[in-house]
Each structure stands twice: as C-alpha cells, then as structure tokens.
C-alpha cells in the first residue's frame, strides 16, 4: 500500500506482515546461533563450547541489559527492576508476550511464542538454545544490578510457555 506523507510517497505493510518478517529474522537469528554453537562444538567438544557460548550469551546480556538501562531512564522512567519493560527492548510483533494476570509485579510475563524456540526445537537443539536464554538474566542484571531474573518455565524444557519474573534481592544490610 502506499500513501502519502510529506510528499513523498511511502509504502507501507500490514501488521500480520510485518510480524511475519520480524519472526522470520528471528529464525535466522536462532539458526546463525545453532550452527555457530554446533560448530563450536565440533572444534572443541561440548564442555568447552557450553563454557565459550555461555560467557558469550552472557556479555551480550550485559551489553543488553546496559542499553536498556540507557534508554528507559533517558524515556523518563524511575531506574527500577520494574520499569524494564516501559521502553521494549525486543520487536513487540515478533515475540507473542502477556503480563500474567494477579503476577508478582509489572515484570511477571509469559511468552506464548518465541521464533528462537520454535526454530531450536525443530532443530533438536533444545539444550544449547535454552543456554541462549541466560540473556535473560544477564539483561536484568545489567541493568538492576540488585534485581534477579526467575525463568518459572520455559518451551525448550518442556513447558507450554516461558514464564519469567524479576524480583529484588534482600538488602544485605
């Protein structure tokens, strides 16, 4: 469809489209990680390679969770375990993800659908894909160093959905 916008025509996509286009980026995203981490583990056997992905996973997290913290106080918002999700940090057409209903707090979610998932459980790469999704935990410690991120479920473990919520650690004080 195009329209018109300042003068200069623009195309633009439907949303459906658009989700489609983000999921399979994120599929190819997923199979780049597999054939990385398998070639890995041919080159230096599975320990090593879980120990080499798993300090990499790790750092990117790191690298995340810092931008994050960047740009949700640059938007205004209190630098809280909570406010992580005001500014999103994935494709919001890419990943299926809703706050569960009466949750711990503003963090509590569950992700229905996830192109990474898919695409590692299609592949039988469930266990090195779920070594991926220490991300998670990486980003929330980047970015609330006081915060701990809880994976209560996850696909690539046999559950119908990932479920996660951050909670605060006990002052130490």
């Not at 991120?149 to 909670?167: A, F, P, Y």
Request: net charge negative; glycine share 8%; aromatic share 8%.
């Amino acid at each position: 469809m195009l329209r018109e916008g300042n003068g200069v025509a623009e195309e633009t996509i439907s949303k459906a489209e658009a989700a489609r286009q983000v999921r399979q980026m994120g599929r190819m995203m997923a199979g780049l990680y597999c054939h990385l981490t398998r070639e890995m583990i041919a080159a230096v056997g599975p320990d090593k390679a879980r120990e080499i992905v798993a300090k990499a996973v790790w750092s990117y997290g790191t690298e995340r969770g810092a931008q994050q913290k960047d740009r949700v106080v640059q938007a205004g918002y209190e630098h809280v375990p909570e406010n992580y999700g005001a500014v999103p940090d994935l494709p919001p057409l890419g990943w299926d993800v809703r706050k569960v209903e009466n949750g711990e707090n503003a963090t509590h979610i569950q992700i229905t659908y996830c192109p990474f998932a898919e695409y590692w459980l299609e592949q039988d790469f469930a266990e090195f894909g779920r070594l991926y999704c220490t991300v998670d935990q990486a980003k929330f410690t980047a970015f609330h160093p006081s915060s701990d991120l809880v994976h209560h479920k996850n696909v690539l473990d046999g559950d119908d959905c990932c479920e996660m919520v951050c909670r605060r650690k006990p002052d130490r004080g």
